[in-house]
């Protein structure tokens, strides 16, 4: 057994202005998770102390809480690997989300989001009355599928998005994870419907931050499965700025091999651009302008050539 | 030493203060760095959003122009770092698209053998060079600077595709910092994300990152930031002002590339290191250090 500190953030709404928190002194061994630290606490020190847990195992998703400012599952974090990265455990309730009472937040708003990505499975309404059997398929059309149904709706990554702190309307990594799931899905019969409903729940407000991706504790990948919705999105009439900011992209690196930020940006802001043109001043008083007419790059028919080859290969 | 040198778009454009200041300090360092100069640009997370097997394609073909030198790669872009590592490792894990991407690069009678590594020039300095040896070739220490380290998303995640530091608890910044003989300051915000993979499109919400995340730095009584990525760069020096409008709130912290602070520290005329390029005047800590 070691000697090891929690630094617990405590708040209840109904008597606490603000939260605050709590040190407590703990005795630890090598195979003790941060939940099996918690539950001594409140039993040993103090009764008080509010969190939710349940299975213990990593399934449930109900202990997610922010530890040492990541959110995780406490059941399947070690205690000793956080005392030798961090020197003590820090924990918080998750971010984005409602405090109700020390680690327990209201779940509310993950549920609204995920609600707003339709998340069941449309079916065809002829196979369904015609039905006779089971509706077989070969493992390899659920890949992605499966992937993303992993998902156990713990909301780590909803706490850790940085997109959804100053974008409300952004939807969040976990509800675009389970659009792509019935995206995926070759019995899905509501894919159009579900990609014309991606520039309004948000799909272009990801910053591609990576957080989702590190802190899921199932590998689903939200940002994997944003970027191939986009990738959809942009390849069936998506005519948003993001979706044009995509295009004009790759259309610059085709004409030169590098990317032109002066047409990309004036191409993709288009009249908004003019907002900065005293920063484009400002930048060519310091002769830092980015040039309209870059010169390609040597061999360029070499990368345009690649431009050809791989036309038809516009998809996930 | 001697790498296959990837500078990346934004270095030979919006940020040449970055290109200029490389090319200073590794002459001083004596690191060779044989520039690709026929590579295209590695798509920045946003070409594969159009087409993932070109951008495939077009990273793998400018591995193959650094293994034709038998080198591996070093780029001073966070963001070029992070998104060619993730194509090399995309190429490392799925034979079958490495197979496909080699029958594709076939017409251009060229091969990808997966031998070619990525690392940023900061990883390079540390792992490579050694921090020991930097160390003895300083002769204007920071001094105590206290120096807020801004890492940027692609140097710390997804870890797979980035095989250093630790995204939980980065430190290559702070001893690199503490090498060079300043402290480094700790804020909510220095693994965030700097705003500017989404300038272009939520503009608003954009601004409003860059602004938190500088005004936490600020608060710790750090006297500038520092960080590996010149997108990182451009968000939080070039548009920082514009920043400060949205979040209205007075920053006024200078922003330079990691470069610039090993290049002051090897006593490199700062004029040659670009200080006068940046939007946010760094001539206060100039006539400090």
């Known amino acids: 057994m070691q000697k090891a500190v929690f630094r617990i953030c405590r708040f209840n709404p109904e008597k606490d202005k603000a939260p605050y928190y709590d040190m407590f002194q703990v005795k630890i061994d090598e195979k003790m998770s941060v939940l099996d630290v918690l539950e001594d606490i409140k039993h040993e020190q103090d009764a008080s102390l509010t969190f939710r847990r349940s299975c213990r195992s990593g399934i449930c998703g109900s202990c997610a809480m922010k530890i040492n400012r990541l959110a995780k599952l406490a059941c399947k974090t070690r205690t000793v690997t956080e005392i030798s990265k961090h020197g003590e455990v820090l924990i918080e309730p998750m971010e984005n989300l409602r405090v109700i009472h020390d680690l327990v937040v209201d779940m509310d708003e993950f549920w609204r989001e995920i609600y707003r990505g339709k998340p069941w499975l449309v079916a065809d309404e002829k196979m369904l009355s015609d039905f006779s059997g089971e509706n077989l398929l070969m493992k390899r059309q659920m890949e992605t599928a499966s992937k993303r149904a992993d998902c156990i709706m713990c909301g780590a990554c909803f706490s850790d998005c940085v997109s959804r702190v100053f974008d409300k309307n952004f939807t969040g990594p976990a509800s675009l994870a389970k659009v792509e799931r019935f995206v995926a899905d070759p019995r899905d019969m509501a894919g159009r419907e579900r990609i014309a409903n991606l520039v309004d729940i948000g799909v272009w407000a990801c910053t591609h931050c990576y957080f989702c991706w590190s ?74 302008a980015p040039s309209p007419l870059r010169k390609p790059v040597p061999k360029i028919e070499e990368v345009r050539l690649l431009y050809k080859l791989t036309q038809g290969e516009k998809k996930p | 030493m001697k790498y296959a040198y990837f500078p990346g778009c934004v270095a030979k454009s919006a940020a040449p203060e970055l290109y200029d200041s490389t ?91 997966g031998k070619v590594k990525v690392k940023h020039l900061l990883r390079a300095l540390i792992e490579d060079y050694g921090l020991k040896n930097l160390q003895s070739q300083v002769t204007k220490p920071l001094k105590g600077f206290k120096i807020a380290p801004f890492y940027g998303c692609y140097s710390l995640r997804p870890k797979e595709a980035v095989g250093f530091d630790d995204h939980e608890k980065p430190s290559s910044l702070e001893t690199l910092i503490t090498a060079l003989g300043g402290e480094a300051v700790h804020y909510e915000g220095e693994d965030k994300c700097c705003g500017f993979p989404i300038l272009f499109v939520q503009h608003r919400a954009s601004l ?60 490199i005329d700062p004029r040659k290191l670009g200080f006068s390029k940046h939007t946010v005047s760094a001539d206060k800590i100039l006539k400090e250090w």
């Open chain 1, 215 to 288: 802190q899921c504790p199932q590998d689903v990948r939200p940002v994997a499965a944003i970027s191939a919705l986009r990738l959809r999105s942009v390849n069936t009439g998506d005519k948003s700025q993001g979706a044009r900011h995509v295009k004009i992209f790759s259309d610059s690196i085709r004409k030169t091999g590098m990317l032109n930020e002066a047409t990309v940006f004036v191409k993709t802001m288009r009249l908004s651009s003019l907002k900065d043109i005293d920063l484009m001043l400002m930048m060519a008083r310091k002769g830092k």
């Open chain 2, 23 to 113: 090319a200073e300090v590794v002459k001083k360092l004596g690191i060779e760095l044989v520039e690709l100069t026929a590579a295209s640009c590695c798509g920045a997370g946003v070409q594969n959003e159009e087409n993932p097997f070109l951008n495939v394609v077009l990273n793998a073909r400018t591995f193959v122009q650094a293994e034709e030198l038998n080198l591996d790669i070093v780029t001073i872009c966070s963001t070029c770092q992070g998104v060619m590592g993730h194509v090399r490792r995309q190429l490392d894990d799925d034979s079958e698209l490495m197979a496909k991407t080699n029958e594709t690069l076939d017409k251009l009678h060229l091969q990808y053998k």
């Open chain 2, 208 to 267: 409003s990152m860059a602004a938190v995340y500088l005004n936490n730095a600020k608060q710790t009584g750090a006297q500038f930031m520092v960080t590996p990525c010149p997108l990182c760069h451009l968000s939080l020096d070039t548009y920082q002002k514009k920043a400060e409008k949205a979040a209205k709130v007075k920053i006024d912290l200078p922003v330079i590339h990691f470069s610039q602070l090993v290049g002051m520290t090897l006593g």
